[in-house]
């Protein structure tokens, strides 16, 4: 095992930058998530810690080893793709084994870190079967299986539940997470699904654009996000968003859309008029007497919770109550937010305030 340093790294394709100066320590052990929207940079981040792209500038660690230019096969990396990229006409043992047959290593001992990875991943009785006679989660495991055989520094696993169903990819999810808390290899993730990045990580990467937006545990990123990008991008069902001014004379409101006001815990010193964004979480609301007035517009029941779209003051809002309301559209209702709770970004910059 070893950590993983990523420091300034930049990546260029001719004169289109798509990195910008990364820095991310990955520390011996650790399950790290690289998550953000399709083409923020995460996947080639990690294809450059595996040595599949060359590095424009800065530095990649692999333990004490720079590895900037040392060939993919040197750097002790496991990686696990998307399309699991397994030989059609080779069986379940044949395609765990060909990384070591590759090496030259000795039959007794591929036959035992077969066996080994096999008994870890429930393969043992998939061994003499070829990939199509797999479904989709054996074939993922047969591929993380060729990964564990090689007894890796760091597994780098590149979107390697995106091609399966729903519920399977919930299933592979907690397998994932297992397998790591057993064999507590350094674990480098690459993901668009949130829900992925929260469920599995010691630690988030949020990126964007090609840049790093915020790093933290799953429920820092949660709790106390960064900018407006990262209180967006973490959570499901989304953050609300909402436009207007603070109001800092005496009591502490924000001053939202169409005059609602809403509570604030504190105000920033000097807000006093300042525009600014007023974030709240759907599961963060009340029904009050003393809320601020929304106009259902659709009423989603999940089972465990409701769901509700309404207007306030013009603008949409999704809340959600884990209590059975017998909501119906076109009703009014009073929403207020748990202050402390709240979430204050600056109305130009989207920092938080």
């Known amino acids: 095992m070893a950590s993983v340093g990523i420091r300034d790294v930049r990546k260029a394709f001719g004169t289109t930058a798509v990195i910008h100066g990364v820095n991310v320590t990955i520390n011996d052990g650790e399950f790290v998530v690289l998550v953000g929207p399709s083409g923020c940079g995460k996947s080639t981040l990690l294809r450059m810690i595996a040595g599949l792209e060359n590095i424009t500038g800065g530095e990649i660690r692999i333990g004490e080893r720079v590895v900037n230019n040392v060939p993919p096969k040197e750097r002790d990396v496991a990686m696990v793709f998307q399309n699991y990229a397994l030989y059609p006409h080779m069986t379940v043992a044949d395609n765990m084994a060909f990384s070591l047959k590759l090496r030259g290593a000795p039959k007794s001992e591929i036959d035992q870190r077969v066996k080994r990875a096999a008994d870890i991943l429930g393969l043992g009785a998939l061994l003499a079967r070829y990939p199509r006679q797999l479904s989709g989660g054996q074939r993922q495991r047969v591929a993380m ?119 604030l815990a504190t105000a920033p010193a000097s807000s006093d008029g300042k525009p600014a964004i007023y974030g709240v979480r759907p599961e963060h609301f009340t029904i009050a007497d003393d809320g601020a007035e929304a106009t259902i517009q659709v009423v989603e029941p999940t089972g465990s919770e409701t769901q509700i779209v309404a207007k306030v003051g013009g603008q949409d809002i999704v809340a959600a109550f884990r209590e059975r309301h017998q909501f119906k559209p076109g009703e009014k209702i009073r929403l207020k937010p748990d202050p402390r709770l709240v979430h204050l970004f600056d109305g130009t910059t989207g920092q938080r305030l």
């Open 145 to 263: 299986g060729r990964a564990i055989v090689r007894d890796p520094q760091v597994f780098l696993f590149d979107e390697p539940l995106s091609n399966l169903d729903a519920k399977l990819r919930v299933q592979m999810r907690t397998e994932i997470k297992e397998l790591h808390q057993r064999l507590k290899t350094t674990t480098v993730y690459v993901t668009h699904d949130q829900i992925e990045a929260m469920t599995m990580a010691d630690k988030i990467v949020v990126m964007h654009e090609g840049i790093v937006e915020q790093i933290g545990a799953p429920l820092e990123l949660y709790d106390t996000p960064h900018n407006l990008f990262v209180a967006g991008f973490i959570g499901s069902p989304a953050m609300n968003f909402l436009t207007g001014h603070v109001r800092a004379n005496g009591k502490a409101e924000f001053e939202g859309p169409g005059g609602a006001r809403l509570p």
